[in-house]
């Protein structure tokens, strides 16, 4: 009861922020130079001033600008997110037919980056000051520095063109109607470069996140005493220290929710995956606001109810944190 | 100031990185000596492999790779460090009078830290370089309006810490105006972890600045790496070296400046000199 009282606050802490994003997806609206009759005229070509202003009164842009954020703001609320003239067709259907497949490199990178970061992580931390130590550190500090978008088209290179294991881009072989399993098999097979590519910076955090926070649980009580027990090193990283070692990395995966939809532009735009972020990249080419300015709320809200999830996930996890 | 460097040096990674960047500045100071004119200029044949003449290459209009990666250089480093003071600047300037003045203010100002923390950087950046139209100051704007709240929260958190200890009691008994207190008593006592953290965004703001001009949001008058790759990922089959060196450049740039961040670190806050992380 407790807890469901906790999650509600959250979710209402969470209603002022989507608020804050829409008002200033409103006013970059408005910052952008012409609005959507400019579009909309320039489209037709030939149009009449008189025209313009009709078209503006029947969208309503001729009204006090507090007005038409009134408007935008139900329209949002109701997903209504606008209408793209260039694919004609509403924003809101576009970014639902692209929300999968970026959902699901997101997922496939994180499950990547935490699990071989967490383990990468502990062998660090075992070995400190090794061979090992040393050699997972300057792993992670060159993949600190290496751009996303290079590091992919060198994947390319190497895994499709030199040695032709893995396709270079898209989701599915075209024309190839593979249906179950061989499907699965076929999103499998495209799937691993993209992920790879956008889990390596990640993977990096977590390694680095995960060798500090065993490091910084070591010189627990707990581990002494586990220790005097008797217990061996391994049961004790195993059983004892991973679990509470594990908390940090769940926070700050929540945190880079953002950061990590921001790199599947750059991803997705390289390999040509299907989701939002080469949705985002079409838009940006065809000069498509709306289209753009809607993907950027949902993928906001987005990572408000990832940080919401993290939250009510730590309710669970670490027992100490005050629900009430 | 010795005894700083001294300490600074004595660190391997944080020498190597010195090395590295002073490498990169010589090559952005010499780029009009070495290759003179515009770098967009076609230098010789197209697609032609790395050779004697040309070092690294060209690309599919016949531009000099080598070229455009010294000129590159110029670009990265100005955009990244213009970019992060001014960021450090609002970041320190808003988190200094969060922490100092509490309550409300404190209150507000964070809660727009946080939701600017929320919403995701780069598609937020790619918005304004649409919006504003790709230039030099609107890559710098947008790179800035973005990587200000981590400076702003750790900035307020010194002046939390700081603002009830003596030295502060002090002045204001002195009669000290909050003005002076924040800029002359208190801000000169956090600057360490300010420079550290500014100087470990640079490198940050430089990753920004080529994934923008990657996506094609730099300023098309001024040659970039992120550019380059942009340009050269048409022609990856049959001519990897336009995409390959332009990308190495910025690794080794923003490897160097990580690693001067984490030597600042090291000899700035001596008692974190045990890195855990």
Redesign the interface.
């Known amino acids: 009861m407790k807890r469901l009282r906790y999650i509600l606050r959250r979710a209402v802490q969470a209603i002022p922020v989507i608020l804050a994003i829409v008002v200033m997806n409103f006013l970059l609206l408005q910052l952008a130079e012409g609005d959507a009759v400019d579009v909309l005229a320039g489209e037709a070509g030939s149009a009449t001033p008189e025209y313009i202003a009709q078209l503006r009164e029947r969208f309503g842009l001729d009204q006090p600008v507090y007005v038409q954020l009134f408007h935008y703001m139900t329209n949002i609320l109701t997903f209504d997110l606008g209408y793209s003239f260039r694919q004609e067709m509403p924003v809101s259907e576009l970014i639902m037919v692209r929300l999968g497949p970026t959902l699901l490199l997101m997922v496939t990178t994180l499950v990547i980056a935490v699990g071989f970061g967490v383990l990468l992580g502990i062998l660090a931390a075992r070995g400190l000051n090794t061979w090992r130590d040393n050699l997972i550190s300057v792993f992670a500090l060159i993949s600190y520095a290496t751009p996303l978008f290079w590091i992919g088209l060198m994947f390319v290179v190497v895994f499709s063109l030199k040695l032709d294991l893995l396709p270079a881009s898209g989701m599915e072989s075209i024309g190839a109607f593979y249906e179950g399993w061989d499907r699965v098999v076929d999103i499998a097979r495209h799937l691993i470069l993209p992920a790879l590519t956008l889990s390596l910076f990640y993977l990096a955090a977590y390694t680095r996140l995960m060798r500090a926070s065993i490091l910084e649980q070591a010189g627990m009580d707990y581990v002494v005493t586990a220790r005097a027990k008797g217990l061996t090193e391994r049961a004790i990283t195993y059983r004892h220290v991973l679990r509470n070692a594990l908390l940090p990395v769940v926070t700050v995966a929540g945190v880079q929710m953002g950061g990590l939809l921001g790199g599947s532009v750059i991803v997705e735009s390289v390999f040509g995956w299907p989701g939002l972020g080469l949705l985002a990249y079409d838009a940006l080419f065809s000069r498509d606001l709306n289209l753009l300015l809607g993907i950027f709320f949902v993928s906001a809200c987005l990572v408000v109810l990832v940080n919401l999830f993290i939250d009510i996930l730590y309710t669970f996890l670490d027992p100490r944190i005050e629900v009430g | 100031m010795t005894a700083f460097f001294a300490r600074f040096l004595r660190n391997r990674s944080a020498a190597v990185g010195v090395l590295l960047l002073l490498g990169v500045l010589l090559l952005a100071i010499l780029a009009p000596i070495l290759f003179p004119g515009d770098p967009f200029r076609l230098a010789g044949p197209t697609m032609e492999p790395p050779s004697p003449d040309f070092l690294f290459g060209t690309d599919t209009l016949g531009r000099d790779v080598a070229a455009a990666i010294a000129h590159g250089a110029v670009t990265s480093l100005m955009i990244g460090f213009v970019a992060s003071l001014v960021a450090v600047l609002c970041g320190t300037v808003l988190g200094a009078v969060a922490g100092y003045f509490g309550g409300r203010i404190d209150d507000l100002l964070m809660?727009i830290t946080?939701?600017f923390?929320?919403?995701?950087?780069?598609?937020?950046?790619?918005?304004?370089v649409?919006?504003?139209s790709p230039s030099v100051q609107s890559v710098v704007i947008a790179i800035a309006v973005v990587s200000w709240p981590p400076v702003a929260r750790l900035v307020r958190g010194e002046f939390l810490s700081m603002k009830s200890r003596e030295f502060v009691q002090a002045a204001r008994t002195l009669g000290m105006s909050d003005g002076r207190i924040i800029f002359m008593q208190i801000l000169p006592n956090c600057l360490s972890p300010i420079i550290v953290a500014g100087s470990l965004m640079v490198?940050t703001a430089i990753?920004l600045e080529?994934?923008l001009a990657?996506?094609?949001?730099g300023d098309p008058n001024v040659m970039s790496w992120?550019f380059m790759?942009?340009a050269g990922?048409s022609v990856?089959?049959s001519a990897?070296w336009v995409?390959?060196f332009?990308?190495i450049a910025?690794?080794?740039t923003?490897?160097a400046i990580?690693?001067v961040g984490e030597g600042l670190n090291d000899a700035l806050n001596p008692r974190l000199r045990e890195r855990?992380?």
């Open positions: 809660r946080e939701i923390q929320t919403i995701p950087s780069f598609i937020f950046a790619i918005l304004l649409a919006i504003l490198a990753l080529s994934g990657f996506l094609g949001l992120g790759i942009g990922r990856l089959r990897w995409c390959t332009p990308g910025i690794l080794l923003v490897l990580n690693l855990s992380a």
